[in-house]
């Protein structure tokens, strides 16, 4: 399997444009994950989804983060407009969970400079 | 809300000697905690996965043992070398969130 894919690796853009951020999961994973990572706060999830569907978006900083899921294979998180605070490393992480609960698979993540 | 710590921040050891990674959480309703390693500038590799149900879960030199009563895991690395230096997060799942640690930096010296 290849693992969790994510696109781009890397991104530096200016203070006000829309970022993209892509993520395929492993096929057959029933949710997938978005995380933050900063040297300030550490991993931080910022939404999930459960067969395509949001659960829970607590997470998600501010009206100018959205993610989508339109299908089992393919997410987006978008960021509009950015802001230089937004520049951080940023995780998909898929997984199989079970009843019991299972373990969630990382991709090697978007790191966003923003100017 | 889950709160994660880990101790050490940072640990430098001579090569062969043995590591000892702590994490503690607070909340002790988990279904899993996962162990993950993370090399400079690159993604998370999982390690462990131990399930609530379970005291340890060992691979090769790993073991990572879990007290959930207390809220505790340990992660022991056997006779350490220069390629296991990198950063090991400790995370704990409830319902389907995961909530991490800081990470432990560790450096194995040759």
């Known amino acids: 399997d290849a693992g969790v894919i994510q696109s781009p690796r890397h991104e530096v853009t200016e203070m006000g444009q829309e970022v993209t951020l892509r993520c395929k999961p492993i096929?057959?994973?029933?949710?997938l994950f978005w995380y933050r990572q900063t040297m300030m706060r550490g991993l931080e999830l910022l939404i999930y989804?459960?067969?395509?569907?949001?659960?829970?978006d607590s997470g998600m900083p501010e009206d100018r983060f959205s993610a989508k899921m339109p299908n089992a294979s393919f997410s987006t998180l978008k960021i509009q407009p950015s802001e230089p605070r937004d520049s951080a490393v940023y995780f998909c992480?898929?997984?199989?969970?079970?009843?019991?609960?299972?373990?969630?698979?990382f991709g090697p993540g978007t790191r966003l400079l923003v100017l | 809300k889950q709160e994660v710590t880990q101790i050490p921040a940072a640990l430098s050891v001579p090569e062969g000697e043995n590591l000892v990674l702590n994490c503690s959480f607070t909340?002790?309703?988990?279904?899993?905690l996962q162990w993950f390693r993370q090399d400079p500038g690159k993604g998370l590799t999982s390690l462990l996965l131990?399930?609530?149900?379970?005291r340890e879960q060992t691979s090769g030199r790993l073991n990572a043992s879990l007290d959930k009563s207390s809220g505790r895991s340990t992660l022991y690395i056997a006779a350490s070398q220069p390629g296991d230096s990198a950063t090991y997060l400790c995370?704990?799942?409830?319902?389907?969130?995961?909530?991490f640690g800081a990470g432990t930096t560790v450096t194995v010296r040759a």
């Open positions: 992480a898929s997984s199989p969970i079970t009843r019991v609960g299972g373990a969630q698979y």
């Open positions: 096929s057959g994973h029933d949710y």
């Open positions: 989804f459960n067969n395509n569907v949001p659960i829970d």
């Open positions: 909340d002790s309703a988990i279904y899993n």
């Open positions: 131990i399930q609530s149900s379970q």
């Open positions: 995370a704990v799942r409830n319902d389907y969130k995961l909530s």
